[in-house]
C-alpha cells in the first residue's frame, strides 16, 4: 500500500556513485562530487561570540571551494549587546567568503548588561557619567526591549542594537 510521496534527505547530495562490475567480484563503488556549488544549512545555538568558531570549522571543510558555498545559516540563543557588535563585524567577513548567505537570526535574543549600557557613552568619547545621553537612550529602549508584551518591542530592540553599533563605529 502506497501512502503517498516520501521525502529522502540526501545525506552526500551533490556527488555520483561510479560503480564498476567484474565479472563475479564484489562491485566497486566510488563516490564521484558532481555538484558546482555545496548547499549547506547549518543550525547553531549561541550564547557567546566564541560559539560561531564550530561553524567557521565546519566550512573549513570546503578551503578550495567556499566561493561555492551557499549557505543557510540559522543563529538561535542569546548574545550579550557587546558580543552582538561582534557578531555583526564578523558577518560580513564571513559572508565575503561564500558565494551566498541567508542568515535567520529571528531566533537570536540580545540583552544589553550594564557593562554594555554604561560603555556607550565611554566609547563615543564622553564621560561616561551615569547620566550620559546615550547611556539613558539605552536604557529605555533595553527596559521596552525586555518586556514581551510592549508592542514596540522589535522596534526597541533593532534601535538598541544599532545604537550600540554606532556607538563602537
Known amino acids: 500500500e502506497n501512502d ?67 549557505l543557510n545559516l540559522t543563529l538561535s540563543g542569546a548574545l550579550p549587546l557587546s558580543e552582538y557588535a561582534q557578531l555583526e563585524t564578523w558577518k560580513p567577513t564571513f559572508e565575503g567568503r561564500l558565494r551566498h548567505l541567508e542568515l535567520d537570526e529571528s531566533g537570536l535574543a540580545v540583552t544589553a548588561t550594564s557593562g554594555d549600557l554604561e560603555s556607550l557613552d565611554i566609547l563615543r568619547g564622553h564621560d561616561g557619567a551615569q547620566g550620559g545621553v546615550l547611556t539613558a537612550a539605552a536604557r ?30
Not at 525586555?146 to 545604537?163: C, E, I, T
Open 4 to 70: 503517498g510521496p516520501t521525502q529522502t534527505i540526501l545525506d552526500d547530495a551533490g556527488n555520483v556513485l561510479a560503480v564498476s562490475i567484474d565479472g563475479n567480484a564484489p562491485p566497486d563503488v566510488k563516490l564521484i562530487a558532481s555538484a558546482f556549488f555545496n548547499w549547506l544549512q547549518i543550525t547553531a545555538v549561541i550564547r557567546s561570540i566564541a560559539d560561531v568558531l564550530p561553524i567557521e570549522r565546519q566550512l573549513a571543510a570546503f578551503p578550495e571551494a567556499s566561493s561555492r558555498v551557499l
Open 140 to 169: 529605555q529602549l533595553a527596559t521596552i526591549a525586555q518586556d514581551p508584551s510592549h508592542p514596540q518591542k522589535s522596534v526597541a530592540d533593532l534601535a538598541l542594537r544599532r545604537l550600540y553599533a554606532f556607538a563602537v563605529e
